[in-house]
T-cell receptor, first 114, second 118 residues
Framework: DQQVKQNSPSLSVQEGRISILNCDYTNSMFDYFLWYKKYPAEGPTFLIS?????DKNEDGRFTVFLNKSAKHLSLHIVPSQPGDSAVYFC?????????????FGSGTQLTVLP | EAGVAQSPRYKIIEKRQSVAFWCNPISGHATLYWYQQILGQGPKLLIQ????????DSQLPKDRFSAERLKGVDSTLKIQPAKLEDSAVYLCASSLSRPGLAGGETQYFGPGTRLLVL
């Protein structure tokens, strides 16, 4: 039972254009969402996050949008650069007893073509 | 600031052998996590420590996996005996958060240990 889904395993975009990565979730208890970027042979690196009380968060070229009613979030990268080529994981956070847990999607491989 | 350290980076073993992974979290981070990432999937939480106590180990296959966090700092994850399906990348992460902290938390990941079981 995948509670966080990234339905596009891969995405190719031309340098300078917008990259849009999508993520859907099913658990209404998720109240915080994060995007991580992963290069080969490295661990995931935190990119940007958003609380469920917001619908948008922006950090430089990266913007995350949250649509709670649709249980959908997206990551926009503008403009895309070749160095953005990596696997992007969507993650959702919910309270779990006395702790908080992250549930990850399966990732989207972004390739930015020069 | 030093990141999360893990060793070894790669390990190849035969099935039914045992293996251990080591993690040193970011200094001052109270919470430590072990994840298993199978090829083509996202990381899956195995166990979560708060200082040296286990907060959640509901997804840890306890018949073969064990983990400890010594003095609330370093941690080791052990598999004994290993199975073919244990081939994966084992990621360690740490965060500053404390149990019950409202809102989100940022987990910082190490480079991972890639395990191949033959």
């Amino acid at each position: 039972d995948q509670q966080v889904k990234q339905n596009s395993p891969s995405l190719s975009v031309q340098e300078g254009r917008i990259s849009i990565l999508n993520c859907d979730y099913t658990n209404s208890m998720f109240d915080y969402f994060l995007w991580y970027k992963k290069y080969p042979a490295e661990g995931p690196t935190f990119l940007i996050s958003i609380s469920s009380i917001k619908d948008k968060n922006e950090d430089g070229r990266f913007t995350v949008f949250l649509n709670k009613s649709a249980k959908h979030l997206s990551l926009h990268i503008v403009p895309s650069q070749p160095g953005d080529s990596a696997v992007y994981f969507c993650a959702a956070s919910a309270p779990s007893g006395s702790a908080r847990q992250l549930t990850f999607g399966s990732g989207t491989q972004l390739t930015v073509l020069p | 600031e030093a990141g999360v350290a893990q060793s070894p980076r790669y390990k190849i073993i035969e099935k039914r052998q045992s293996v251990a992974f080591w993690c040193n979290p970011i200094s001052g981070h109270a919470t430590l996590y072990w994840y298993q990432q199978i090829l083509g999937q996202g990381p899956k939480l195995l166990i979560q420590f708060q200082n040296n106590g286990v907060v959640d180990d509901s997804q840890l296959p306890k018949d073969r996996f064990s983990a400890e966090r010594l003095k609330g700092v370093d941690s080791t994850l052990k598999i004994q005996p290993a199975k073919l399906e244990d081939s994966a990348v084992y990621l360690c992460a740490s965060s500053l958060s404390r149990p019950g902290l409202a809102g989100g938390e940022t987990q910082y990941f190490g480079p991972g240990t890639r395990l191949l079981v033959l």
